[in-house]
């Protein structure tokens, strides 16, 4: 069976820095992908982030290119988010998602797994 542990979320003031991760148990980590979506209240679901574990390529959001970074860790079977500069419009609950095969769209329905959210919340 497949998991998805996501953490590290919290609350941070504009222009503080955030890393969420997430754990996998069960899942092959290998020529796959994960990615992290976000929902902010009464907005719709977005995609912030892909990687793909078996080539390390990346894709972001505009809205938060240059801000946020991507990260697998093969040994830990762990993806991490490094977010920097945060911006209230960044607030929201942060979903980890995973795929088996390489999958670089932002699209929900597309993946395979999904785990819990995480809160993030910045204001001042």
């Known amino acids: 069976e497949v998991q998805l542990q996501a953490s590290g979320g919290g609350s941070v003031q504009p222009g503080g820095s955030l890393t969420l991760s997430c754990a996998t148990s069960?899942?092959?980590?290998?020529?796959?992908?994960m990615a992290w979506f976000r929902q902010a209240p009464g907005k719709e679901r977005e995609g912030v982030a892909i990687?793909?574990?078996?080539?390390?390529?990346?894709y972001y959001h505009y809205s938060v290119e240059g801000r946020f970074t991507i990260t697998s860790d093969d040994a830990k079977k762990t993806v991490h988010l490094q977010m920097n500069s945060l911006k209230p419009e960044d607030t929201g609950v942060y979903y980890c998602?995973?795929?088996?095969?390489?999958?670089?769209?932002?699209?929900?329905?597309?993946?395979?797994?999904w785990g819990q959210g995480t809160q993030v919340t910045v204001s001042s």
């Open positions: 998602v995973a795929k088996f095969g390489l999958n670089y769209d932002f699209n929900w329905d597309h993946y395979d797994y």
């Open positions: 069960g899942f092959n980590f290998d020529d796959d992908s």
């Open positions: 990687i793909g574990i078996g080539d390390s390529s990346t």
